[in-house]
Structures are given as C-alpha cells and as structure tokens.
C-alpha cells in the first residue's frame, strides 16, 4: 500500500521514519495540500493530511487519481467533507492519542482562569506587585461542569478528582466509570450550578452554538467558560457580550469559531483581518491560545501511528475502528 503524507511538521518527521524503515510505503511533504500539489498523489492508495480545509475539487481529483482513503492526523474529523467522501466512494480515518493531553491543557486553564495568573505575570513584568485585582478563587471549592464524557471529558472528570472539587456532567452517553466521580445532570442544572463550564464535544451539527446566548444567560454571574474543543460549539458574539456584559467572568480558549485557516504558521509580520480573534485578544480575562491542547511528544506519536494503523486497517482488512462517521 502507498500513502501520500501531506502537511508533515519536523516534529512528526521521525516518527514517518520509522515507519518507512519498518518497510511502509510513505512518501511526506511539509506543504499543505492544495490543487496544485493534489496531484502528487497519483497513484498512491490513500493520503494523510492534518486539519487542512479540503475543496471539493481537491477531494474529486484524489478520487480521479486513484486514492481510495483519506486519514487525518486529528481525532476531530469536522474539517471533512465525509458527505462528499462518501458519495465519491472515499473512506476517512481519524487518529486517536492521549487524551491526558488535551485533559492536562484543560486543567491547566481552569488553574489560569481561577488564578488570574496572566493578569498577575503581566502585572509583575512591570513591577506591579500590588494585590488588588488578583484575588483568586480556589479550584477545589468551585462546581465543575464538565459537557461531553468521551475520552478527553473522562480524563478531565477523574484527574479533577483529585482536586476535591464538585463535578457534574452531562452527556448523551453516560458511562458508569464517569459516573465514580461524577454526577450526571441535565443541561440547564450545569449551567445553573457551575462556576466553571469546559466542553468537551465533537464539532458536529447538532453541537454548533451549543453555547449561545440563551445558555450563556443560564449560566452564574462570572462563570468561567473553558474550550478545548471545537470553536463552532461556542456562538462567539454571544461570548463576547457575556464577557462585555460581566456574565462571563474568564473565557479560556484553546479554540474559536473564526480560527479556520489561522493557526500553525508564523503571522508575525502579517496584517491579521479576523475581528472575532482581535476582541477576544482585547479583553484581560481572556487566554485564546492557539489549538495547542494536543500538542505533545506523545500525541504527536500517536496522531501518526494511529492514522496510519488506520490507513492500512481499511485497505487490509476492508474495516477500522478509527474510521470516521459519513454524516
Ligand atoms: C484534534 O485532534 O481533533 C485536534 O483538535 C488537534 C488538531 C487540530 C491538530
């Protein structure tokens, strides 16, 4: 079998080796896939790509060349048009990876918000050691509500555990091993009852603005709002007027709406047109950092084995679990 590896990143490089030296036919490019490189692929059975924004063109011309399978190296798959990829008889393969890694992100936020903690740096570089302003609140004694118990919601349940706080959750799919830590809860009872609310839900259809003003108006007057999920899930206007109007106490995201085609390259001399991302910059209870939840050494490791177990699953065996939903 030959994949085509697109969009490889240096710190993904190695493990492409090994899989090369273990004797699989890979062949990786650092760009990013676009028409006018679509046809590299020719002749290869499936191709890998990582978050990028297909067009359909790009997704026919596979198709017309012989590539049977698409994996990307992400455990979110939103970015794929499956629709398309099923109609054209195409299959999809996501990856899967420690979910500790987006779980210990997630955690780390929640500490940021409670404590402030980029106020207090920024505060410090300038010699500002007064308190007024800083006073925290302690993680411990807050109502956690945690939206969505799959792999990564489960990981942030049991290892918040550890904190003593208060968690309810909430999810279409409760599971007995979540159920030790925590209590499940309908939504309008999290919104009611946590200070602080962290989504953990694919970016699906039925998710879009599962955040909006309606729920935002639910929620406790300065409630932290965490997302380390998908920006879609969050109605951005509605966030920034929970965050003007003081209902949002902090908003700690790793992800918004309006970040398609942002991030992983160096803007720093570029003139940046994206409203939503300047005012969300602009506010001091804010951290939108740049969909870095995932990124580890050991993610990264298994982002490429995983797809690529995936990749061959389907062309060996005719089925793998990591394929994706065609909805
Ligand atoms: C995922 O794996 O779904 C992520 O969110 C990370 C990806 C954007 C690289």
Request: proline share 2%; glycine share 8%.
């Amino acid at each position: 079998m030959k994949i085509f590896a697109y969009s490889v990143r240096e710190d993904e490089v190695k493990y492409f080796e090994k899989l090369i030296a273990e004797g699989l036919d890979i062949t990786y490019i650092s760009d990013y896939p676009c028409l006018d490189n679509v046809e590299l692929a020719r002749g290869y059975d499936a191709v890998t790509i990582i978050s990028n924004v297909l067009s359909k063109e790009m997704y026919e011309a596979w198709h017309a060349f012989g590539v049977k399978s698409i994996g990307t190296r992400s455990v979110g798959f939103d970015h794929m048009d499956t629709k398309l990829m099923k109609s054209l008889g195409m299959r999809g393969i996501h990856a899967v990876y420690s979910p500790n890694a987006v779980a210990n992100y997630t955690i780390m936020l929640m500490l940021m918000a409670c404590r402030k903690i980029t106020f207090i740096l920024d505060k410090s570089k300038v010699q500002d050691f007064a308190l007024p302003g800083k006073i925290g609140k302690e993680l411990s004694l807050c109502t956690v509500g945690i939206i969505g118990t799959g792999q990564i919601g489960e990981t942030v349940i049991r290892h918040l555990s550890g904190f003593g706080c208060r968690i309810l959750a909430n999810s279409s799919h409760e599971k007995d091993s979540v159920k030790k830590y925590a209590e499940y809860v309908d939504l309008d009872t999290l919104y009611k009852e946590c200070d602080i609310i962290s989504l953990h839900i694919p970016g699906t259809s039925g998710n879009y603005h599962l955040i909006n003003s309606d729920s935002i108006a639910k929620m406790k007057d300065d409630v932290i709002l965490v997302n380390t999920a998908r920006g879609m899930v969050v109605d951005s206007e509605a966030l920034i007027e929970g965050l003007e109007s003081g209902k949002i106490g902090f908003a700690a995201l790793d992800t918004f709406e309006e970040e398609v085609g942002l991030y992983y390259k160096n803007l720093e001399r570029n003139r940046i047109v994206n409203r939503t991302r300047s005012i969300l910059q602009s506010f001091p209870n804010v951290i939108l950092s740049p969909h870095m939840a995932f990124y580890t050494e050991q993610s990264t490791s298994d982002m490429v084995a995983t797809t690529i177990r995936g990749l061959i699953e389907l062309e060996n065996e005719g089925s793998s679990l990591l394929e994706v939903s065609y909805e």
